[in-house]
């Protein structure tokens, strides 16, 4: 069955597996003791911690090893804030950050600080110039992912790097996701990563702190991992963790595959679109990671859309609001502004056969098509049909069409209690009943309609007019453009 989330969790690197059975039998002992298995214990941490920090690019004793990538983030957010508290309290981050800095930011705010989020563009990317612009003497910490994890959109951390450090802040960098492909670039002051996404075992993650850098760790301390991550290091798995990082980029055929998968997601980028009617490739097209892309399905259930790509034997993640446990969108999707609904991330491991690749592609038309008839889409070009019973109303009542508006009253759209894609759908069936400049109202209560809405219109030529509060939920209207 091809798994294709390596972005989540990629499968076990065979020198892991490897270093961690070696390692169980001679690295079990506390390496905080004198006798000989503790002596042990303490020359594979340190030749783990060495070979770590080569490939991170930083000192061996600038780098220690958390309990996890998350660990590392918080433990870093919190520490380097910490020791800049009487400069500043202002957190920058973008928008599209993995949840571990959101929560490390929110738990920043809730103790008194600040926080201002860098907005991207549609393809998830920062500019620099606008963290610059944001960048102020009370700014005490930047962070900014080096890829994203969603949509593999690769971030201009060297530049703002610079910036930061000519402003005198400190920028931290998750490189959980682009660790595995090479070293950060830039002069950045902390970095924090994940043993899991490159193969190593789960329960390993890498917090840098480069020397000049003010730290301030937070919580209780004991005298492990220099005061930075206390508790009993789990030698095996930080071994087998360094040991697969560092085959990655000593093997001669790293730069291959790199360049191998990235062909593969590019005959993905250019196909889905050509298959699949309705198709958004979302991220950067150009700056992004080789092994990722990401595509939203118009008209169909993320997690029905999952579940028959499992079915058929294929390992997908998704961002759509119907695949959470929260109903609501991603934060990554809504702040680029692109389509959620039938969202899925296609992240291939090292060794992806081709010929899973083109299966993949021709399973996929299959199981949307299949979704969305479910779903009672009409066939594509259909889209001028009525709208069924349940959709589109008669004309809105006094008081619906938007002030200053043109054209008729237009149609009344009820999609109350209905998850997305059901209110897209009966957009799509109702706008052709209205004249060209003719309005249809969608009211909806899901919270995925806010950003799915405007994303249809986008990919529709339709204008998006607004929202407006409702009795119920919200209203959303449309102009009818063509």
């Known amino acids: 069955m091809p798994y294709f989330d390596a972005a989540s969790a990629a499968p076990l690197h065979p020198v892991a597996r490897e270093a961690l059975l070696a390692s169980l039998d001679e690295g079990w002992a506390d390496p905080a003791r004198l006798y000989r298995e503790g002596r042990r214990g303490r020359l594979l941490l340190d030749a783990a911690r060495e070979a770590a920090a080569e490939a991170v690019g930083c000192r061996p004793d600038e780098l220690v090893f958390t309990p996890s990538g998350t660990q590392a983030v918080h433990r870093g957010v919190s520490g380097a804030l910490a020791a800049r508290r009487r400069v500043g309290r202002r957190l920058l981050h973008s928008a599209v950050e993995h949840s571990s800095v959101l929560h490390a930011a929110e738990v920043h705010e809730a103790a008194g600080g600040s926080r201002a989020e860098l907005a991207v563009d549609r393809t998830g990317r920062v500019a620099a110039g606008d963290v610059a612009a944001a960048l102020g003497p009370d700014t005490a910490l930047v962070c900014l992912q080096s890829a994203n994890h969603e949509v593999g959109t690769e971030q201009p951390v060297e530049e703002v790097a610079a910036l930061c450090r000519e402003a005198g802040v400190p920028l931290l960098v998750d490189a959980a996701q682009s660790l595995p492909w090479g070293p950060v670039p830039g002069d950045w002051s902390l970095l924090t990563a994940s043993a899991h996404k490159w193969g190593g075992p789960p329960g390993v993650g890498l917090l840098a702190v480069r020397k000049g850098t003010r730290f301030a760790p937070q919580g209780p301390r004991d005298e492990r991992e220099s005061g ?4 009993f290091e789990n030698i095996p798995a930080v071994v087998a963790a360094a040991a697969s990082l560092r085959a990655l980029r000593a093997g001669p055929e790293t730069a291959g595959e790199a360049a191998r998968l990235r062909r593969l997601v590019d005959r993905i980028r250019t196909r889905v679109p050509e298959l699949v009617p309705d198709v958004e490739v979302v991220g950067d ?23 028959e790509l499992d079915r058929a034997g294929f390992s997908v993640s998704s961002g759509s609001s119907c695949t959470s446990s929260t109903l609501t969108p991603s934060h990554v999707l809504r702040a680029m502004g692109v389509l959620s609904e039938g969202n899925v991330r296609v992240s291939l491991p090292y060794g ?33 049909v009525a709208a069924t019973a349940g959709g589109a109303s008669e004309e809105a009542p006094a008081g619906e069409e938007p002030a200053g508006s043109a054209g008729p009253a237009g149609l009344v759209v009820d999609s109350l209690g209905k998850r997305c894609p059901l209110p897209v759908i009966e957009l799509a069936k109702a706008i052709h009943d209205v004249p060209v400049g003719g309005t249809v109202t969608v009211l909806s209560d899901d919270e995925a309609a806010r950003q799915d809405i405007p994303a249809w219109c986008t990919m529709r030529d339709q204008e998006y007019v607004g929202e407006r509060p409702a009795e119920r939920g919200a209203a959303y209207v449309v102009r009818r453009r063509a």
């Open 228 to 231: 930075r991550s206390p508790g």
């Open 285 to 307: 097209p150009v700056h992004r990671l080789p092994h990722l892309v990401t595509f939203s399905c118009l008209y169909v259930d993320g997690e029905a859309l999952l579940h």
């Open 352 to 384: 992806t056969d081709e010929a899973d690749v083109e299966r993949f592609l021709e399973v996929l038309p299959q199981v949307v098509r299949a979704v969305r008839e479910r779903l009672g889409v009409p066939a594509a070009g259909r889209e001028t």
